[in-house]
């Protein structure tokens, strides 16, 4: 099968594939890294495959109807819960247009709700439940789909569901995603240092049991899968020599999770001499002074850390596995040793009230950062979270559409509005980022026109954000 996979249309930007599936702001655009692995794996077996990320140019759904043609015989969609109902629609369209093409849908959506949807949308012809390359792969070489693990089919009235796929253990066996079919100039996030930031993974899966947390409940499991240093260093080679990167993202979970494992990542950098700016996921709880301080060597400038609330009760009763002491300890050892700091808060937990909400963005100031994120809690299909908020009453959606971090809410408590909670996170924005001190603080460690032009395009989505969403 000649096999197209897509990125699909959205009116606004969709981050499909990312733990937090939504719109996102303007200023933001990130490539689609587990579709371009899988474009990869079917070109690694010789199968004729292309890659359309429809974001990047705001590609319409006419535009993308004219790049498919009649060689095309399976199409991949990648999905989310917020875009799905989108999404459906082009695979509504394409199936008009190309009624012989089959259409497969992956994502953490239809992860979740395979049967429902292959019930409700004839359309579509497979779904693919959690980590999906290889099952993409299976269908792409024409394999009986009765065969291929972590597929969801249609066989003539009837739903089949066949059995889960394991996980790939051996990550190193992947080739490098196929970046080439990706237009890698033009992704961009605003905290990066360089617009050639790119993103990469170092591990797959999380061992720690966040009740709100996608990716380990729905897609990549909680066994962490590692890459080995060698593997991992010579993709950054690969990124540098071919794509100019000057800078790097690890979109892992969270990469300080082994010890071991990121201070061999190190000393494979260190050994051969790049000096290339990166940044990456942390916890609280498993960084040491002796594992910063060689990632600040080995060129990380940034970690990113959940702290979620300032409330050990809502941090208990989601299961985060982190203490209050463990937040101030990990940030006052991270600064000093000169690694800057970016602190994740989701209000709207289960517990939040408005005093805990205002609690935490105090905290937030007073923790000190160099960069804060405050999002609204939101339960996604197939987390434990969702499963509390559908028997308790809480959810509050209309359509899918409603799971949309940045300017909505889909939670709503007795004694808390969803609406109070959108409005907190746009107070805490403002109040952390436009204080005098803070704003003068960032344009003191502006060092170059690359850094200007990113402090420019992040406080452009700072104040849509705080003032407009």
């Given amino acids: 099968m000649k096999t197209l996979i897509i990125n699909p249309p959205a009116e606004k930007g969709f981050n499909r594939s990312g733990r937090w599936p939504a719109k996102v702001e303007a200023g933001t655009l990130t490539e689609p890294l587990f579709l371009a692995y899988t474009a990869a794996v079917l070109e690694k077996e010789s199968l004729p495959v292309e890659l359309i990320d429809c974001w990047p140019f705001n590609t319409s759904l006419e535009k993308l109807l004219e790049k498919i043609d009649e060689s095309i015989t399976l199409i991949v969609l990648q999905t989310s819960t917020a875009s799905i109902d989108l999404d459906l629609e082009t695979a509504g369209k394409i199936k008009n247009k190309f009624p012989g093409t089959k259409i497969t849908l992956v994502g953490s959506h239809v992860s979740v709700f395979d049967k429902e949807i292959l019930e409700e949308n004839k359309q579509i012809d497979f779904a693919v439940?959690?980590?999906?390359?290889?099952?993409?792969?299976?269908?792409?070489?024409?394999?009986?789909?009765?065969?291929?693990?972590?597929?969801?089919?249609?066989?003539?009235?009837?739903?089949?569901?066949?059995?889960?796929?394991p996980k790939i253990e051996n990550l190193d066996e992947?080739?490098?995603?196929?970046?080439?079919?990706?237009?890698?100039?033009?992704?961009?996030?605003?905290?990066?240092?360089?617009?050639?930031?790119?993103?990469?993974?170092?591990?797959?899966?999380?061992?720690?049991?966040?009740?709100?947390?996608?990716?380990?409940?729905?897609?990549?499991?909680?066994?962490?899968?590692?890459?080995?240093?060698?593997?991992?260093v010579d993709e950054i080679e690969h990124l540098i020599k071919d794509y100019g990167a000057r800078g790097l993202y690890f979109e892992d979970d969270t990469i300080t999770a082994i010890p071991k494992h990121i201070m061999g990542i190190c000393d494979e950098i260190l050994k051969r001499g790049i000096k290339i700016p990166w940044s990456c996921l942390g916890r609280v709880n498993t960084v040491n002074k002796e594992m910063l301080e060689k990632m600040k060597k080995a060129g990380c400038y940034m970690i990113r850390y959940g702290v979620e609330s300032s409330s050990q009760e809502i941090l208990n009763k989601v299961r985060k596995g982190i203490t209050i002491a463990?937040?101030?300890?990990?940030f006052k050892i991270t600064q000093k040793i000169g690694i800057e700091t970016h602190a994740s808060y989701v209000l709207g937990l289960?517990?939040?009230?408005?005093?805990?909400?205002?609690?935490?963005?105090?905290?937030?100031?007073?923790?000190?950062?160099?960069?804060?994120?405050?999002?609204?809690?939101?339960?996604?299909?197939?987390t434990e979270l969702y499963q509390e908020a559908k028997e308790r009453g809480w959810l509050k959606i209309n359509d899918w559409s409603d799971f949309e971090v940045s300017e909505n809410c889909v939670l709503e408590y007795p004694d808390l509005k969803a609406r109070e909670i959108v409005e907190a996170c746009k107070r805490a924005y403002k109040r952390f980022y436009f204080r005098p001190d803070y704003m003068l603080k960032r344009i003191l460690k502006i060092r170059s026109l690359a850094e200007l032009f990113q402090l420019i395009k992040g406080g452009i989505s700072l104040i849509k954000r705080s003032f407009f969403r």
């Avoid at 390359?133 to 003539?156: H, Q, S, V």
């Avoid at 080439?180 to 999380?206: I, N, Q, W």
């Avoid at 009230?353 to 937030?364: D, S």
């Fill in 129 to 165: 439940r959690g980590e999906y390359e290889y099952t993409i792969r299976d269908l792409a070489k024409g394999e009986n789909p009765k065969n291929i693990l972590g597929l969801t089919f249609r066989d003539g009235q009837n739903i089949i569901r066949n059995s889960d796929r």
């Fill in 174 to 232: 992947l080739p490098f995603p196929a970046r080439h079919f990706l237009p890698m100039d033009v992704y961009f996030e605003p905290l990066f240092k360089s617009g050639k930031t790119f993103r990469l993974m170092a591990s797959r899966g999380c061992p720690y049991r966040c009740s709100f947390c996608l990716w380990p409940q729905v897609m990549y499991g909680r066994e962490v899968r590692l890459r080995s240093p060698q593997n991992i």
């Fill in 326 to 330: 463990q937040v101030i300890e990990a």
């Fill in 350 to 382: 289960p517990g939040e009230t408005k005093k805990t909400m205002e609690e935490t963005i105090k905290f937030a100031i007073k923790l000190g950062g160099d960069y804060a994120q405050f999002a609204a809690a939101t339960p996604y299909p197939g």
